[in-house]
């Protein structure tokens, strides 16, 4: 463990609602709870899961299977 502030033990989650904040926050003016819960939720579940690409993951969203990716990868190497 380090210290408080530190960025590099939770990088990954910074990462993420950095994102959830500049790609869907920021987008809206929330009137409700109930309203962000579910535009949050969309995001987070329909969006970035399945559709948004993420450069880890060679451009595709983490919810392709390991199996398609590399099969995929390997096509538009050829």
Same mark, same amino acid.
């Given at each position: 463990?380090?210290?408080?502030?530190?960025?590099?033990?939770?990088?990954?989650?910074?990462?993420?609602? +950095?994102?959830?904040?500049?790609?869907?926050?920021?987008?809206?003016?929330?009137?409700?709870?109930?309203?962000?819960?579910?535009?949050?939720?969309?995001?987070?579940?329909?969006?970035?899961?399945?559709?948004?690409?993420?450069?880890? +993951?060679?451009?595709?969203?983490?919810?392709?299977?390991?199996?398609?990716?590399?099969?995929?990868?390997?096509?538009?190497?050829?």
């Amino acid at each position: 463990m380090s210290r408080a502030g530190c960025p590099y033990d939770n990088a990954v989650m910074e990462r993420y609602f +950095n994102t959830l904040k500049y790609e869907c926050v920021y987008q809206y003016e929330f009137h409700t709870k109930e309203k962000m819960d579910e535009i949050i939720h969309t995001f987070a579940f329909e969006y970035y899961n399945k559709m948004r690409p993420h450069t880890y +993951n060679n451009g595709f969203p983490p919810i392709i299977p390991l199996e398609k990716l590399d099969t995929t990868v390997a096509t538009l190497l050829d």
